[in-house]
């Protein structure tokens, strides 16, 4: 947890940044509750009246969570739950009915049943403000958004998260790999995905002189990687095909159930976000025997075949705190600001929106004022 006077830093800072309350406006969050968080959730609650607060359950400090609940509401989240269109607007209203409302998501959580709740909530549905690029995919793969929908996935503001997060996986990766009186070193590694984390990760590993190689759909990536000294593949049963450890960077599912078969014996699996997002593990119940293996290693197997997923196939970093310092206010800050401008008086049209230069700059000014430590 934050010392005192880091909190009144934080709490100045995001004062400065979404200082207008507004009554007028519920919230529902959803959020990684980190150690973090209360301040962050704190000042929501200054921006918005929250409705209620539903942690990822896979990324739960549970010192955080009992500091939220005495605060606020706190109910469970469940992706399977929240694609259903009349369970989640049962529990819209059981929360916020006939409010003026905004959805705080990581993850795309209310993007399947969106349409279905803006058309039916008993209040207005004036927004939703989006974490993550896999929500952001989610909100954008719709044929029409019926409502303003923030995005700061994509925000220069989350590129020294973006970048850490890379470092605390692979942090994270060799960590559960040494547990097993094991090394990175001597094994190829493959990085799913070449997005702002991938990137990362990848930087990370050849700093730990591991040789990588890159796949990723896309193939202006490939070319971006092949000019960054990385070793790069046209196809993903390439890419696993003599791989000691793969990390899964995309989001949207790197590995399917036919890919596992590409898996080297004995190879890592490790992944930078949940499960359900990235990895088909529940397509291999009735094709592998899963043993633990120490902590956080699951050893899957079969005759002629196994290999080793980390961390149920969730994000490695959680389990080591997936701490990137104060730079994850820079994000929480624009979070805010676009909760502040949906909150706010003037209407915006349904779509995809970000916030300006002028803002980001603002909160990268003030962001240094609070934190920059080197001056």
């Known amino acids: 947890m934050l010392e005192d006077f880091e909190v009144s830093r934080v709490e100045s800072f995001f004062g400065k940044v979404a200082p207008t309350p507004n009554d007028d406006v519920s919230g529902v969050v959803i959020t990684h509750l980190l ?13 918005c009246d929250i409705a209620s607060v539903l942690p990822k359950p896979k ?54 049943t969106l349409t279905h709740v803006c058309a039916r909530f008993s209040g207005e549905l004036i927004g939703v403000v989006e974490d993550t690029e896999n929500g952001h995919q989610r909100y954008a793969s719709l044929e029409k958004l019926p409502c303003p929908v923030f995005s ?22 060799e960590a559960l790999i040494r547990t097993r009186g094991d090394i990175l070193n001597g094994r190829n590694a493959t990085v799913i995905g070449y ?31 092949l000019s960054q000294g990385f070793r790069t593949t046209h196809t993903l049963r390439t890419a696993l095909t003599g ?16 890919d596992f078969a ?17 990895l088909e593990l529940d397509t291999l119940n009735t094709l592998y025997t899963r043993t633990p293996n120490g902590d956080h290693i699951t050893r899957y197997s079969r005759t002629g075949h196994y290999f ?33 401008v949906l ?32 001056t």
Not at 35 to 47: I, S
Not at 153 to 173: C, H, N, W, Y
Not at 243 to 258: K, P, Q, W, Y
Not at 262 to 278: K, L, P
């Open 308 to 340: 080793y997923v980390l961390a149920g196939g969730n994000a490695v970093n959680f389990l080591h705190g997936a701490s990137v310092g104060a730079f994850i206010f820079l994000v929480q800050a624009e979070i805010l600001a676009a909760l502040a």
């Open 152 to 173: 700061v996935a994509r925000s220069p503001l989350k590129d020294p998260e973006d970048f850490l997060v890379g470092q605390s996986i692979t942090f994270s990766t």
């Open 35 to 47: 150690a973090e968080r209360p301040t962050f959730l704190r000042a929501v609650g200054r921006v």
């Open 195 to 225: 997005g702002k984390i991938g990137r990362s990760i990848a930087a990370m590993l050849h700093a730990k002189h591991v040789t990588a190689t890159i796949y990723d759909h896309d193939p202006v990536k490939r070319t971006q990687a």
């Open 262 to 278: 590409s898996i080297a014996n004995g190879a890592y699996i490790a992944s930078v976000t949940s499960s359900d997002d990235e």
């Open 343 to 374: 909150a706010g008086s003037e209407r915006l049209e349904p779509g995809l929106h970000e916030l300006d230069k002028t803002g980001r700059s603002r909160i990268a000014e003030l962001w240094l004022h609070h934190f920059d430590r080197t």
């Open 59 to 112: 990324s739960i400090d549970h010192t955080a969570q009992a500091v939220v609940a005495n605060l606020m509401k706190v109910d469970p989240l469940d992706r399977q739950r929240f694609s259903d269109p009349d369970a989640v607007l049962q529990f819209l209203e059981s929360r916020a009915a006939g409010r003026r409302l905004i959805l705080l998501d990581v993850g795309g959580y209310f993007a399947p």
């Open 243 to 258: 791989a000691g450890l793969v990390i899964c960077a995309t989001g949207n599912l790197s590995l399917r159930e036919d």
